[in-house]
């Protein structure tokens, strides 16, 4: 699994100069965190089943406690994600808004997301998923909770804080035990093949979403300079 971890970090590497972080790093104030929130409500919220359902789908006992550290170490982020919500004084978005135009790209990753929980064929292609799921929120999380810092709101939020992103370095998943155990595992290059394609659909996936919010960011950016 070393090699799989390796191909992550270079999915990373190459996540993290997605334009999206670079305008967010020129924010100073929460609007872009305001804006992001509203529009990746229905992956916040649909997380909690990708991780629930892909634990279900698990056979080996020693592989699924790797999966249902990561299940507890989750849950209720959701609640988290709500109460920023509620201490932005953003509106959670109503099924109208939740399936429209605006939110497609949003869909459509978390759908893509979904369906590579019912696509693996292993116990370890489950792994893989929820490492590359770990890393991509590793990337997302540190700018969010880079912009919270600057605009002096970290010791208000929860879901896009520092101390989130913190909980997400220090996971279970990623402690040593945890990944001495996954690099014991020896792959064959049909399965590292197999894996290498889900974690760079799951990346694509958060492309096509990150896009989505990198353009909403320039419309913003546009409206307002029109109305100064």
Do not use: C
């Not at 992001?36 to 789908?57: G, K, P, T």
């Not at 894996?195 to 990198?214: C, H, L």
Request: charged share 25%.
């Amino acid at each position: 699994m070393k090699t799989v971890d390796n191909y992550i970090t270079q999915k990373q590497i190459q996540l993290a100069k997605h334009p999206l972080f670079k305008a967010i790093s020129r924010e100073t104030s929460l609007e872009s965190i305001k804006l992001l929130a509203q529009y990746l409500s229905f992956w916040a919220m649909s997380f909690q089943d990708v991780i629930r359902i892909n634990e279900m789908q698990i056979t080996d006992s020693e592989i699924r406690k790797v999966a249902h550290h990561h299940l507890v170490e989750d849950m209720g982020h959701d609640q988290w994600f709500l109460s920023d919500l509620q201490q932005m004084k953003v509106e959670e978005p109503n099924l109208k808004l939740l399936y429209s135009r605006d939110y497609i790209f949003t869909r459509d990753a978390t759908y893509a997301i979904m369906s590579e929980v019912f696509r693996a064929s292993s116990d370890i292609e489950r792994i893989a998923l929820l490492m590359s799921l770990e890393s991509t929120g590793h990337i997302f999380f540190e700018y969010t909770a880079s912009l919270v810092e600057r605009a002096d709101y970290s010791s208000k939020l929860k879901y896009f804080s520092i101390s989130h992103l913190d909980i997400e370095k220090n996971h279970e998943l990623f402690e040593q035990e945890m990944q001495d155990f996954l690099n014991s595992i020896h792959l064959s290059q049909d399965e590292e093949k197999k894996i290498f394609e889900i974690v760079d659909r799951v990346y694509q996936a958060f492309t096509i979403m990150f896009d989505g919010f990198e353009l909403l960011l320039d419309k913003r950016s546009k409206v307002k300079a029109l109305l100064s």
